[in-house]
């Protein structure tokens, strides 16, 4: 299975992102309104700068408190992104985020985000891929 069949998966979802001038307020309430995990922080939709996290707000809050929900989302953003093609295997894009301990990873084509995914994502679509090549197994087995 490849990122492209995943995003058919996961239908017409759009990239939620917020601009690099965005507080960490602000950002927050953007993650709770539409019930992610985490927002690409880009200024024109198409070029991710970073991505933030709820665990990376958690942990900034955890470490100095709430005068850092006014910072903007750059200075507590990952900014060393690793990114995916449509090309990419699920099983090379789950070993990386099992690899670099992270949840969500944007689909590049080029300098352009066409996408973005999640570990859920992946495992969803793994566990589809997985369950067909079973009935389909079970099926030769049988004589289907």
């Known amino acids: 299975?490849?990122?492209?069949?995943?995003?058919?998966?996961?239908?017409?979802?759009?990239?939620?992102?917020?601009?690099?001038?965005?507080?960490?307020?602000?950002?927050?309430?953007?993650?709770?309104?539409?019930?992610?995990?985490?927002?690409?922080?880009?200024?024109?939709?198409?070029?991710?700068?970073?991505?933030?996290?709820?665990?990376?707000?958690?942990?900034?809050?955890?470490?100095?408190?709430v005068c850092c929900m006014t910072d903007p989302v750059t200075k507590t953003m990952t900014a060393k992104l690793v990114t995916c093609t449509r090309a990419d295997r699920a099983t090379e894009v789950m070993q990386k985020m099992t690899d670099g301990r992270f949840r969500h990873m944007p689909v590049m084509e080029g300098e352009v985000m066409v996408g973005f995914i999640s570990i859920g994502d992946v495992v969803k679509a793994r566990l589809a891929e997985l369950s067909m090549e079973k009935e389909a197994l079970e099926g030769m087995i049988k004589g289907f």
Do not use: C, F, H, Y
């Open 1 to 65: 299975m490849t990122v492209q069949n995943i995003l058919k998966i996961k239908g017409d979802a759009a990239i939620v992102t917020v601009p690099s001038t965005a507080s960490l307020s602000e950002a927050a309430a953007v993650l709770s309104a539409r019930r992610i995990g985490a927002v690409v922080v880009s200024d024109d939709g198409q070029r991710p700068l970073g991505i933030l996290s709820e665990r990376d707000i958690v942990r900034e809050l955890g470490r100095r408190g």
